[in-house]
């Protein structure tokens, strides 16, 4: 089956500092999703991307859709405490309903 | 607008025991899909209803079953519990070629 692998797993900066992970799969996607959960709440849609090399912005976050369709990117820049959470990325193929998601990025900032 | 609403918030069970948690998908949807989510891990897909049928399923056992109703709600139902059935359960609802949008889950504890 398709496999995610997210990276890295956690992360520790400072705040004001610029953030980038990325997200690699065994297999091609035609859609890639970046999600961000707070304790106690279900994921929440940051950026969907839907085509290779693919730029997308909401705000601070900036993600891409790999030219190979492999792979995607998520950076966020000048972060402030309320970015801390769980990044996950997901992603599926051209006839799938059906996300697959990694294993999340823990991101600590520290005021 | 509500988005996707779970119930309950939390559920402590005990071995052997069956459980039932319900999901309301976002006004507009017609898809609900089922995620278990472990401590540290990204959410593992069960399975998506469309049309009161089960579309698509992941690698879970005959225990875990489903339902949509016709004002598209969906129950995820778990019989004969193991400890290893202990996770955050998401429910995500979506329409023809839209991301998931995740409900808040339901904790289940299994004692």
């Known amino acids: 089956g398709q496999q995610l692998n997210q990276s890295p797993q956690s992360m520790f900066i400072q705040e004001g ?32 991307l839907y085509k290779a090399g693919e730029l997308t912005s909401n705000g601070r976050l900036t993600a891409q859709f790999g030219i190979t369709r492999k792979d995607s990117f998520l950076n966020i820049s000048a972060s402030i405490p309320s970015d801390v959470g769980i990044y996950f990325c997901a992603g599926h193929s051209g006839g799938s309903y059906i996300p697959t998601f990694g294993r999340g990025t823990s991101l600590i900032v520290h005021p | ?38 401590l540290g891990q990204g959410p593992q897909f069960i399975f998506q209803y469309y049309e009161e ?21 969906s129950e995820l139902n778990v019989n004969a519990l193991l400890l290893g059935d202990s996770a ?24």
């Open chain 1, 17 to 48: 500092e610029d953030v980038s992970m990325n997200c690699t799969s065994s297999s091609i996607f035609n859609t890639w999703l970046w999600y961000k959960q707070d304790p106690g709440e279900g994921p929440v849609l940051l950026i969907a």
């Open chain 2, 1 to 38: 607008d509500a988005g996707v609403t779970q119930s309950p918030t939390h559920l402590i069970k005990t071995r052997g025991q069956q459980v039932t948690l319900r999901c309301s998908p976002k006004s507009g949807h017609d898809t609900v899909s089922w995620y278990q989510q472990a």
């Open chain 2, 53 to 73: 049928e089960e579309r698509q399923r992941g690698n879970f056992p005959d225990r875990f079953s489903g339902h949509q109703f016709p004002n598209y709600s």
């Open chain 2, 88 to 111: 955050l359960y998401l429910c995500a609802s979506s329409s023809f070629n839209s991301p998931l949008h995740f409900g808040n889950g339901t904790r289940l504890t299994v004692t």
